[in-house]
């Protein structure tokens, strides 16, 4: 009855980390190049059960029928679940939507790739394209974090140019004079070798390094978070619903152990 309790509990845990993952893609709905979260839940070790008083083959043995039983063996009644957990938090890849905005700063990225950004807590990396230019003409995100050229210096776009252009591998042009490479890259096919830090960013596993990007850049575009709303709404709906049901659970396993103690016990 115990394990019931731990087992429905378990569940109702699970449900609320989903709940919360949910909750964090709806809120980065209308986030540029934000990649939705995917909850991957795992079930704990099942325990196997066995009939144990009935190993004794014997002619009062339940499990002997006209001559045949199951020997010394116990016999097997079936494996039992332990419940579930969180096991791992996976980001979706998936191409975005693109919207239109006209801004010469804003990039999209189509396929793979991924812009470097210089942070305080070292290179980061993002789909992020929603670029500024500062005072000084350094390009630089929302968060005035300076964008990375191929060589790991900053952008500096020149204040009197009246025509900006980005190339598809993220050549910068002023005026049609070259005045910069973006550090335009992406890193192998293991889908954990970039993490999520927060702020729209990913920072790679150790040993991951990257390389040249196989997608392109388009310019006045900005790629819009790959989160469908009305999908993130039913899986809400569907969880509350799983977790209400473990919330039954528990209260029927608790309604049971207390007759359990204060009846039966009594008889």
Known sequence: MWRGLYTAGAGMITETKRTDTIANNLANANTSGYKRDVAINSEFEPMLIRRINDAKADASDVTSFKGFHLGSQAPAVGTLGLGSYISEIAVDQAQGPFETTGNPLDLAIS????????????????????????????????????????????????????????????????????????????????????????????????????????????????ERANTNVVSEMVALIN?????????????????????SVNEVGRI
């Not at 004079?177 to 920072?203: P, T, W």
């Not at 528990?250 to 309604?255: A, N, W, Y």
């Open 239 to 259: 969880n509350y619903r799983v977790y209400e049901a473990g919330s039954k659970a528990v209260t029927t396993q608790d309604s049971m152990l207390d007759k």
């Open 111 to 222: 396929g793979n790739g991924y812009f470097a950004i210089q942070t305080p807590q070292g290179v980061r990396y993002t789909r992020d394209g929603n670029f500024y230019r500062s005072a000084q003409g350094i390009l630089q995100t929302v968060q005035g974090n300076p964008v990375l050229d191929a060589n790991g210096g900053t952008i500096t776009i020149p204040g009197n140019a009246h025509y900006i252009t980005f190339g598809g591998k993220g050549e910068v042009r002023a005026d049609n004079r070259v005045v910069g490479q973006l550090a335009f890259v992406e890193f192998d096919g293991d889908r954990r070798a970039l993490l999520k830090q927060g702020g729209n960013l990913f920072y790679p596993q150790q040993g991951a390094t990257p390389r040249p990007a196989t997608g392109d850049i388009e310019q006045g575009i900005l």
